[in-house]
């Protein structure tokens, strides 16, 4: 690995670009953005576990994503699972997308066991959570605030209603990018 771009993406020797798969960290700053909450200290924690060392990836069924980076599952040489370590960290949360899901039951584990635990993102979060209405999307694992018109677009299929986000992550479900800048507002 000779860079690591974020919390969840590197860039290896050979210039392939790396999007971990099934896990996503708060956004560093990229002007004119500012980073978000964590961000830096997901960049950090995962510049201390890959930067300057081998890695072996493992695929599942999508290759590249939409910006053309490989999608992987990272490993280090003595098997240290580097998706799974962020989300363990508490800087790094569940992010299932279809049709790459092989680790996804193991990472909602371990992001359960980071939020019980108040590691990272999870640290400090509002006892009890902030109440607010929040529509789940069952098939994509998003959740959106009730004014997102993706969360409005939402079938009652596929609807589920969450009061606050903890319940929405702890069940498995990630922020919407477009209506959801934080994590904690």
């Not at 909602?108 to 108040?118: D, V």
């Not at 969360?151 to 986000?165: A, L, P």
Request: charged content about 30%; glycine content about 8%; proline content about 6%.
């Amino acid at each position: 690995v000779t860079g690591v771009y974020d919390g969840d993406t590197i860039v290896l020797e050979d210039g392939r670009c790396v999007r971990y798969i099934g896990i996503n960290t708060p956004e560093t700053a990229h002007p004119p953005k500012v980073a978000e909450p964590f961000g830096n200290e997901a960049r950090k924690a995962n510049q201390a576990l890959v930067y300057r060392k081998k890695v072996r990836l493992e695929f599942d069924h999508e290759r590249f994503d939409r910006y053309g980076r490989h999608l992987a599952y990272v490993f280090l040489e003595n098997d240290t699972f580097v998706n799974l370590s962020l989300i363990e960290k508490g800087v790094a949360y569940c992010l299932p997308r279809y049709p790459n899901l092989r680790f996804a039951r193991v990472f909602l584990t371990t992001q359960r066991r980071a939020m019980t635990a108040a590691r990272g993102i999870w640290r400090d979060w509002p006892r009890p959570p902030k109440r607010e209405k929040l529509v789940g999307n069952r098939r994509s694992r998003r959740f959106h605030r009730s004014t997102c018109p993706y969360g409005r677009k939402t079938g009652e299929r596929h609807r589920q209603v969450f009061s606050n986000r903890w319940d929405a992550f702890w069940a498995g479900f990630a922020p919407c990018g477009q209506c959801i800048k934080t994590l904690r507002d």
